[in-house]
């Protein structure tokens, strides 16, 4: 802790014989000080405006100003200097009230010994300082998350104005592919051609599914994630989801399966969003799982950590996993699989790696968690929850 050579003090006491006591103290302290004394606080407040001390003895009785009032009219003169306000024994407790006003001390008259007022001052300052440290830190990280939010405010402008720019053209190149592929002739020609109309539309289709995903991670990121949720069938739903798998699938020679516990309860969700979670970890699952291997869809009644009160379906939840045989996870990859544009090393590139991300975002939009399980040439288990209807 650091203090100036000769410390400026001003002293507002309007008692002489206390005055000069303070003053003897000081000195008895072995002190280097300016002191400057003032009676009233009328004169005090020019001098606290004009050159403002490095710590100001305050009485909390003067003529002019009473208590509180005191000090609160001192630190409007002077908010970034430090105070000890100077009380009798039967006024403490308005002292601690100072204090607590924005003051950084006080002494009781009467009770000052010279290495009592030379600490009083050394912490008042350092207290002073400390605050004025803090508060700048927070303007600091207020004006940060300001600038943040409003960069983010910004992006989110600029995404969505691109996103939409973007799907008019992909929505012009997929006409214009149907309708060059309606025209072109039915001989051997037009057949070689039609392979490359048919790569034209499937490449869009991939870029649109890239655009929505980054406008849905940026909602999620913003918390403005659309979601439609009612009651939902979850068997219906795992069918559905295995379907949409099935020509993918077939293509790698990976088995669909499908494990969900009879008599399951509804779930509170949004069945569209639901579809794409498991279209997210099932695609993953079939994608990295060898020819011969299997990718399983099962289902099965949860109870909630914490549990519930036994009133409806409070406290359950239903457990979605997508289980496969593929090669596994290493475990210094799997705390990373749900952050966004996070691949593994030792994976080929297939994707902007958003589509984990997505998922728990989703999940968590329902109020669910999700986590991932996973042992090397063994295979993994992405799991998620839903809240059951109650």
């Not at 995404?159 to 060059?180: E, M, P, Q, T, Y």
């Not at 997508?322 to 699989?337: K, Q, R, S």
Request: hydrophobic share 45%; aromatic share 2%.
């Amino acid at each position: 802790m650091s203090e100036p050579a000769t410390l400026r003090i001003l002293l507002v006491e309007d008692n002489p014989g206390d005055a000069r006591l303070i003053r003897e103290t000081l000195r008895d302290a072995g002190m280097r000080f300016e002191l400057e004394h003032a009676g009233r606080l009328s004169a005090a407040l020019p001098l606290l405006a004009a050159c403002a001390p490095d710590v100001v003895l305050l009485d909390l009785s003067l003529p002019d100003a009473h208590g509180l009032e005191t000090v609160t009219r001192a630190l409007a003169a002077a908010p970034g200097v430090p105070i000890v306000v100077l009380t009798g024994l039967d006024d403490e407790s308005v002292a601690i009230q100072a204090v607590q006003a924005g003051a950084q001390d006080y002494l009781v008259k009467g009770q000052v010994e010279p290495g009592t007022l030379a600490r009083a001052l050394r912490y008042a300052m350092e207290r002073k300082r400390l605050e004025a440290e803090r508060a700048r830190l927070l303007e600091a990280e207020h004006q940060a998350r300001t600038a943040a939010e409003a960069a983010v405010r910004a992006r989110d402008e600029v995404l969505r104005i691109v996103a939409h720019d973007i799907g008019n053209s992909l929505s012009a190149v997929k006409i214009h592919a149907l309708v060059l592929e309606r025209t072109l002739p039915a001989d051997s020609a037009g057949s070689e051609a039609r392979k490359h109309t048919a790569a034209i539309r499937d490449l869009t289709a991939q870029m649109d599914r890239l655009r929505q995903d980054l406008l849905d991670v940026a909602a999620i990121e913003a918390g403005r994630l659309s979601l439609e949720p009612a009651e939902t069938e979850v068997e219906e739903v795992v069918a559905a989801a295995l379907g949409a798998l099935a020509e993918l699938a077939g293509e790698k020679g990976v088995s669909l399966s499908a494990d969900v516990e009879e008599g399951l309860p509804l779930v509170w969700a949004d069945r569209e969003r639901v579809l794409q979670v498991l279209g997210n970890l099932g695609g993953n699952a079939v994608k990295f799982t060898p020819a011969g291997g299997t990718v399983t869809v099962s289902a099965a009644l949860d109870v909630a950590d914490g549990g519930g009160d036994g009133d409806g379906g409070d406290g359950r939840e239903v457990r979605i996993a997508c289980t496969d045989t593929g090669p596994g996870i290493a475990a210094d990859d799997l705390p990373h699989v749900f952050d966004r544009f996070w691949q593994a090393r030792s994976t080929r590139r297939a994707g902007a790696g958003l589509g984990l991300a997505i998922a728990r975002g989703i999940v968590e939009a329902h109020g669910g968690h999700i986590h991932a399980e996973s042992t090397v040439g063994e295979g993994s288990t992405f799991a998620f929850t839903l809240p059951v209807v109650a």
